[in-house]
């Protein structure tokens, strides 16, 4: 007799979403199967938005356009489709485009429609989808498979587990933890606009898309304090180009670099950045540009003002370009050898991180009028802060030293990969036991075909995969949902197959 074979999905987020569209979808593609069994454990009420795209105010935007989001590896216009067919045509008044910035809250909710149609497609073709609102807290390793412990006191045996646990707690400012007046992460921004006051001083520390999504809210909430917003190198993100069209990599390119991934070649960093200057050859986009994005701009009023004159002016090549990359990011980032990565991590990423992701014009419009009439202040140098009775210290240093009192502090400096020092309890018992590695870059050490979790003595547990935060290390930029969108759709689909080939062996 057949048994239906059983897959736990450790958390409840956009990843999670994603990976089980595909394995219904998978499924649905192949008629005629026994049926399979999923356990989703998230412990919120529902499954879909995670904290990533959680209820929360309006001027919260997502920094993808519309037509570049979705819960599809293979179909990047679902989102849209979506907005269309549910009658959602306008924003702000304004026409909703493939090219427009929404609200995060309204990709949530179109993330818990999802979810609602994959129950429905799944009951359809013989898999039964549970959602247990409770923690993945254990797993032991059995005969086959896994038993999985959780909150709720259950102890259930699966084939196979894939880890979606979502963005693991900051561990930056540990000392300012549990104080009221301290916001350990900007999300929800609503819980930023209710709790701090209209007028206070309020601080934030980091110059990325999460700081500025905070001083949009407290902008649109109407704000009247200063706001100062400080990190080490005071960069701000640039700004997305109101004219920019895709730029698709060469096929001749693509293939190169799948060919030099199935040889098991490494590449050196140098040959890889040689290899992209020549696909900007031929989009006309010279090195020498992309050079102009590692300066710090001592004024970031003038910086602001300028990107907001060439965001409208003309496509932005290079942006264009940036995004077609996420297509074979995760190949790039596998060519490179770890000391090459070093070197990246050392050099490149930073410049990554701080230009590399673009933020909505309407964002830098509202920035950059605030910083002309001195409501916001940007700069360079951090070095420390400190909290006192009733106020916090953050300190500058530089040509120019500075020290600001704050009221209110807010942590922007994104969320954690580092599984090393993570509180949660599922990883640190799966490193504690050897049955995960953390990877120096981000996440748990992985198997890049198969996205297996490697275990202490190197072993690949291809019934034990992760996704999302914890596949950092592995496929690079893995806080992109389209990355992760395409990541899931192939795990889903090998997962399906062995299933489908273990059910027909039995």
């Known amino acids: 007799m057949e048994t239906a074979r059983r897959v736990a999905v450790v958390g409840g987020g956009s990843v999670a979403t994603s990976y ?114 409770a923690a993945a807290l254990e797993l032991e390793r059995l005969a086959s498979g896994f038993g999985v412990r959780a909150s709720d006191g259950s102890r259930e045996s699966y084939d196979r587990v894939v880890l979606a646990i979502g963005n693991l707690d900051s561990i930056a400012f540990p000392q300012l933890k549990g104080d009221p007046r301290y916001f350990d992460t900007p999300y929800p921004v609503r819980s930023l606009c209710n709790a701090i006051p209209s007028d206070a001083t309020v601080g934030i ?8 999504d905070a001083i949009a809210a407290l902008a649109a909430n109407g704000h009247r304090g200063l706001i100062v917003c400080v990190s080490r190198n005071g960069r701000l993100p640039c700004v997305r180009g109101t004219m920019n069209a895709p730029t698709p990599l060469r096929v001749g390119f693509k293939q190169w670099l799948t060919a030099m991934v199935e040889t098991g070649q490494r590449v050196p960093l140098k040959v890889l950045i040689d290899r992209i200057q020549e696909e900007l050859a031929t989009y006309s986009i010279q090195a020498a540009d992309l050079l102009q994005l590692a300066e710090v701009n001592p004024d970031p009023l003038r910086f602001l003002e300028d990107e907001l004159r060439e965001s409208s002016s003309a496509p932005r090549n290079w942006q264009s370009f940036g995004n077609a990359l996420n297509d074979v990011v995760d190949q790039l980032w596998h060519l490179l050898s770890p000391e090459d990565r070093q070197t990246f991590d050392r050099t490149i990423r930073p410049i990554w991180m701080a230009r590399r992701v673009t933020f909505p014009i309407a964002n830098a419009r509202t920035l950059a009028r605030m910083m002309q009439n001195g409501q916001l202040r940007v700069r360079g140098g951090f070095h420390d802060v400190e909290k ?15 020290t600001f009192s704050c009221d209110a502090i807010v942590n922007a400096t994104s969320f954690s990969c580092d599984a090393a020092r993570s509180s949660v309890p599922l990883l640190q018992a799966l490193l504690r036991e050897g049955s995960a590695v953390a990877d120096p870059h981000g996440g748990l050490q992985l198997d890049f075909a198969s996205g297996g979790v490697v275990t202490a003595d190197g072993t690949i547990q291809r019934d034990l995969t992760a996704l999302g935060s914890m596949a950092a290390g592995t496929y690079f930029w893995t806080n992109s949902m389209d990355v992760n969108a395409r990541l899931a759709m192939v795990q889903a689909r090998q997962h399906v197959h062995a299933m489908r080939h273990d059910l027909s062996t039995v």
């Open 20 to 133: 089980l569209f595909h394995f219904v979808e998978a499924w649905e593609a192949r008629p005629g199967a026994p049926s399979a069994e999923v356990v989703v454990y998230e412990p919120r009420e529902s499954v879909g938005r995670g904290g990533a795209y959680d209820v929360d105010l309006d001027s919260n935007l997502l920094n993808v356009t519309a037509g570049s989001m979705s819960v599809a590896g293979d179909d990047r216009q679902h989102f849209f489709r979506w907005l269309k067919q549910n009658g959602i045509t306008e924003f702000r008044g304004e026409p909703i485009t493939m090219d427009g910035f929404l609200p995060r809250p309204l990709f949530g909710q179109y993330l818990e429609e999802a979810y609602r149609d994959v129950l429905q497609r799944a009951e359809r073709c013989g898999v039964a989808i549970e959602h247990r609102r």
């Open 388 to 402: 006192a009775a009733s106020t916090f210290t953050v300190r500058c240093e530089g040509v120019r030293p500075e």
């Open 205 to 212: 520390l980091g110059t990325s898309l999460s700081a500025i």
